[in-house]
């Protein structure tokens, strides 16, 4: 038994946890508030992070200036998908909705990649890329930057839903639409307000992600890996999607450690979180901390 | 699921439930499908190689689209995993063929059988759920049956992928486009008229009755898991019978054609083409087969002006799928169908409106 090799992979799943935990957020804030599934998810983080990518290399802009110009862009264009996209799909069957998402998701894959190139793209160095030694685990600085920047926005969405009046109005909206209305609230601006706020994250996912690796088109499956967490933690939970998030991000690291050491069959890391899914879903259809629908004739 | 009323002729009353429920509504519609079936048994004979490999393709994939509308149109399920049953019947059947010789006009059948017991054990799951929580879930039997492709060296082949031999009627060698447009015109015509069937039987109406209001269904005696598992395995019998066509007709298969992005084609398909619509699965199709060429004439023909267009003809061809579905489901959610009963309400009714 290799503890070592382990407790690294554990960690890595820790961190890479949070991210999809960030991400699964912004998956569950859409669908909270606007009963909208985004299959989009993963194409929003990548624009992001090309966007930011495109202004400190082609534009020479400083890394802060760039950042913002990104989030700044993808907010715009979050709220323009729902507008354009998802305002006249209001009130239509779920799977007009599920699809149009899909077809969003593959125009926009389809257009990055003509635009950016299917090649992986560096980001000049921004964290330094020097080891940091944790208690006899090496851990990059920016891991290390990625989860505590995923611990911030974390704490952040916590402090808007809990205080700000946007955010009460948020709750209220997904809690029910009708009588939110009849509050004085606007869920049409709810509504653009969960796309611009989930897009924004989005974008800082993505361009965290893209200061890890590399900003290329096939980070856009952590829109897929989402599902997992999501399903895990149940879909209209915020604190479920953090928790789905980690527990995915743990479980692909784990298979990956199993299969490496024992069973040897490959490709684990990218199927086991699908196996658990259905696996969840066979036993509670609502997820860990989703609430069950209860509906009446 | 149409909103514009049956134009029917004068004088043309039902006096029976027998006459209500007839297959061909009007003396008009049996005409037309006459002819239609006879211009496709001609088609050969005139058409170009290039219309006759379109023909064949689209009657491929109308083959699983309309298995898919069975599912998704009069069920009201969701499935992200067609894409993967339409592969998994590509390489049952090649595997039958290379495994234990069975010839291909045999081991099509038998692939859309054993793709109907897998679609039913994936079924399962889906039982239980539905909306948002099925379409994750067939999401995830597509990513496990992708792996498997790529896993399973002794049925797939691997990453090499598995040889299927071309098709012969009894010793007589199918191996030309004009001679196997013959056999995936059988597999059409069959599937069409069995799922056009399919409505008129009890369990086509339970079907749709689960679709409409599932607790209503349950109440009225229903079965639910059965009609939902009974759909799934209906909807991966004409995937695996597509998919079989379709090993045999390239005569080679490889796990890289069956990804997500087929399953969301095939959404397209019967979404384009209008959901519960059994000539709307035929014309969703087309649609979605030849859009990407038209729009690789058009980017072609405009590269002259703008050099830029000819490096993004592949690109342009993808972003038209995802545009068309966006633009149909925003302007026309009811589907090309819907668009087709309107143009013929309005030359019945002409010249008035109603």
């Not at chain 2, 029976?16 to 006459?34: C, H, N, V």
Request: hydrophobic share 55%.
């Amino acid at each position: 038994m290799n503890w070592g090799l382990l407790i690294q992979l554990l960690v890595n799943g820790l961190i890479v946890g949070m991210l999809y935990g960030v991400v699964a957020m912004c998956f569950t804030l859409i669908y909270k508030s606007t009963q909208v599934v985004n299959f989009a998810q993963g194409e929003f983080l990548v624009l992001g992070a090309w966007i930011c990518w495109f202004f400190i290399v082609k534009w020479q802009l400083p890394f802060v200036v760039a950042f913002a110009f990104a989030l700044v862009f993808t907010t715009i264009y979050g709220i323009l998908v729902q507008v354009v996209i998802l305002r006249p799909l209001i009130g239509e069957p779920i799977i007009s909705v599920i699809m149009v998402t899909i077809g969003l998701s593959i125009f926009m894959q389809a257009l990055m990649n003509w635009i950016f190139g299917t090649s992986a793209a560096r980001f000049p160095q921004v964290f330094g890329s020097e080891k940091i030694t944790i208690a006899g685990l090496n851990v990059e600085t920016a891991y290390l930057m990625s989860f505590v920047l995923s611990l911030v926005i974390m704490v952040v969405f916590f402090y808007f839903f809990r205080y700000s009046r946007y955010g009460l109005a948020m709750r209220a909206t997904a809690y029910n639409q009708q009588i939110a209305q009849s509050l004085g609230i606007s869920v049409k601006q709810v509504f653009a307000m969960a796309w611009a706020i989930s897009a924004l994250v989005s974008c800082v996912a993505g361009v965290v992600l893209g200061l890890v690796n590399a900003v290329s088109n096939s980070l856009a499956i952590i829109g897929i890996k989402v599902f997992p967490a999501v399903i895990v933690g149940g879909l209209d939970s915020i604190v479920g999607a953090v928790v789905g998030g980690v527990i995915i991000g743990l479980l692909e690291n784990l298979a990956e450690f199993v299969d490496g050491q024992y069973l040897h069959i490959g490709n684990m890391y990218a199927v086991a979180p699908f196996y658990v899914l259905i696996i969840i879903l066979m036993i509670r259809p609502y997820g860990l901390f989703g609430t069950e629908n209860i509906e009446r004739l | 699921m149409s909103s514009v009323p049956y134009p029917r002729p004068c004088g043309d009353f039902r006096t029976s439930y027998a006459a209500d429920m007839t297959l061909f509504r009007t003396r008009g519609a049996t005409i037309a499908a006459w002819a239609g079936a006879a211009i496709l048994l001609a088609a050969p004979l005139v058409g170009s190689d290039y219309v006759l490999s379109q023909l064949i393709l689209i009657g491929i994939y109308g083959i699983a689209a309309l298995g898919l509308n069975v599912l998704v149109g009069f069920t009201g399920q969701i499935s992200l995993g067609h894409g993967a049953f339409f592969g998994f019947g590509a390489f049952a059947s090649a595997w039958l063929g290379t495994a234990y010789g069975v010839p291909p006009l045999l081991s099509i059948p038998i692939a859309g059988l054993m793709t109907t017991a897998l679609g039913m054990i994936f079924g399962i799951p889906a039982a239980r759920l539905k909306g948002l929580y099925l379409a994750i879930a067939t999401l995830a039997a597509q990513f496990i049956l992708e792996d498997f492709f790529a896993r399973a060296q002794w049925f797939t082949g691997g990453s090499s992928g598995a040889p299927a031999e071309r098709a012969s009627l009894f010793g007589l060698p199918l191996d030309t486009d004009r001679s196997y447009f013959y056999l995936v015109l059988f597999w059409f015509v069959v599937s069409y008229v069995g799922v056009a069937n399919l409505m008129r039987t009890r369990d086509g109406r339970a079907l749709v009755a689960v679709r409409d209001h599932y607790l209503s269904a349950e109440v009225m005696g229903i079965n639910l898991t059965r009609y939902r598992i009974l759909s799934f395995g209906i909807s991966s019998f004409f995937a695996g019978i597509g998919g079989a066509l379709y090993a045999h007709y390239l005569g080679f298969v490889s796990a890289e054609a069956f990804t997500i992005l087929l399953s969301v084609q095939f959404l397209a398909m019967i979404i384009i083409g209008g959901l519960g619509s059994v000539a709307g699965s035929v014309l969703g199709t087309a649609f979605i087969l030849l859009l990407p060429q038209v729009m690789q004439a058009a980017a072609s023909s405009l590269a002259d002006v703008f050099p830029a267009m000819q490096q993004g003809v592949a690109y342009i061809k993808e972003m038209s799928i995802g545009a068309a579905i966006i633009l149909f489901l925003i302007f026309e959610p009811e589907g090309l169908i819907h668009r087709w009963r309107l143009i013929r309400a309005s030359f019945k009714l002409y010249p008035f409106s109603y």
